[in-house]
């Protein structure tokens, strides 16, 4: 399991390969070429190789097949001169679509959707991650078992070869509806459980008032490599797909000498799959208890403008729309013509051209996060007694002293904080 987990190029075992398909239709946000270059990044992230694409234009997929009758054939006489394995659609695909195309064919077929599953399968490491990878295997085939009788169970298998023990597992497909919801209501249960715990350590964060920042975006955007930049630390940074599945959470000091939680979060992804977004969202709400969210973005990307949509769409619905953002043009070393780091704004938003490798662009995200929260700060003055210390060590660690003054009734201060600090002081504050 382990030896799998590292990926086949390691293992030295023969990649399987296969054609990728997608329906072009009118109106999309990218074109069904760069759906499918990010559908054979998936592919190469999964394990397998691209042996060749088909692109159908049409006003809708076909209900039966995806693909239209003439297509099949295609794909057919590709997948025998090629020697390819299967096939890969860029959509999710129906119970009856696919089990009639995968009948057309005689050969595998995968969608969009159980490729992302398979590759989060292999990537989950700790428990949270596996039980939530599980519970979204469990709910897509859930849907998938009525009617399909054992051919689903032919479309299993992960999409690099192998016998992978991933989450569901590819030999208990063809277990019941009911076996399957009493394993989705275990799952539910201990979600619920980890849940609780992640609701502890969020209590204990707030009631210690630290600012909590979270790096939000696209799949591979870079923000493993910010976050590594920003707090010291060392996660798992890879130019592939979905590096970062589980929340990771590290103290940091800003310019300012304001303390700050940097949270690295899951990347979105174009039609990511909802089973997915259902089974982490307790892990991706995270960002709704944010001071700031830091947007990385691949600026060297031409699809960035749909993934800043993507993320700034799961954003709100997330119900972290309101929060204030830096949004960080990344890999701007990436780019051909290189251009001064500016600020400018955009949609309301601070924007930042940077290079995740250049020293003088860490400073100034961390200068750019400093004066947002800053911006969010109060300014007042209290005089807090003596014996209450504790108080006045609170608003000189987490603001900003502009006065001080030791008075008879106890320290007088001019700060600048946060509104919680000026709240956990109130009743010694000057008119």
Known sequence: MEENKKGLYETGAV????????VEEEGGEISAEQSLDE?????RTAGGEEAGRVIQKRESPHPKTYLGSGKVEEVKAMLESRGASGLITDDELTPAQLRNLSEALGSKVIDRTL???DIFSQRASTKEGQTQVELAQLNYR???LAGLGTELSRQGGSVGGGNHSRGAGETKLELDRRYIRQRIDVLKRQLKDLESQREVARSRRLKNQIPVIALVGYTNAGKSTWFNRLTDSAVLEEDKLFATLETTTRKATLPSGREVLFTDTVGFIHKLPHHLVDAFRATLEEVRYADVLLHVVDASDEKASMEIKVTMEAMEALGAGDRPVLRLMNKQDCLKEMRRVTIFPQEGYTQLKVSAFREEDRLQV?????RILEEQEVEYEVCIPYPQGRLVSL???NGKVLGEEYREEGTYLRVRTQEQYRSMVKEYLLP
């Open 15 to 22: 990649l399987e390969n296969y054609i990728l398909a997608a």
């Open 39 to 43: 559908l054979a990044d998936l592919l």
């Open 115 to 117: 490729l992302i599953l």
């Open 142 to 144: 859930l849907t998938r």
């Open 366 to 370: 961390l200068e750019a996060l400093d």
């Open 395 to 397: 608003l000189r660690q």
